[in-house]
Nanobody
């Protein structure tokens, strides 16, 4: 059974930093993409960033490019997302999700197969 467990969310002031973690277990597929999808209050979901297991190819939404960094630790089976220079518009629930079909590119969030329960991240004081 696939499990994706997020942690690391919190409340920081604008300009601050957070690191989200997604502990991954139970994936049997040799290929998968792990992505972070966020949902701000009253808004739709946004695919923020993702990373491919095949070649560590990464993708970032324009809204976070240059501020967020996604990477994975294969030994710990954990995907991290460093969020720097946080803005109030970064506030939302952040979900870790896995896809065994999507590529690590635009629209990746439309094909996620398994989801974590989410963690709250905010760039508001």
């Amino acid at each position: 059974q696939v499990q994706l467990v997020e942690s690391g969310g919190g409340l920081v002031q604008p300009g601050g930093s957070l690191r989200l973690s997604c502990e991954v277990s139970g994936i049997s597929s040799a290929y998968y993409v792990i992505g972070w999808i966020r949902q701000a209050p009253g808004k739709g979901r946004e695919g923020v960033s993702c990373i491919s297991s095949a070649d560590d190819l990464t993708y970032y939404a324009d809204s976070v490019k240059g501020r967020f960094t996604i990477y994975r630790d294969s030994v710990k089976n954990t995907v991290y997302m460093e969020m720097n220079h946080l803005k109030p518009e970064d506030t939302g629930s952040y979900y870790c999700a896995a896809s065994y079909r999507a590529g690590a590119g635009p629209g990746f969030d439309g094909g996620m197969d398994d989801w974590g329960k989410g963690t709250l991240g905010t760039g508001s004081s």
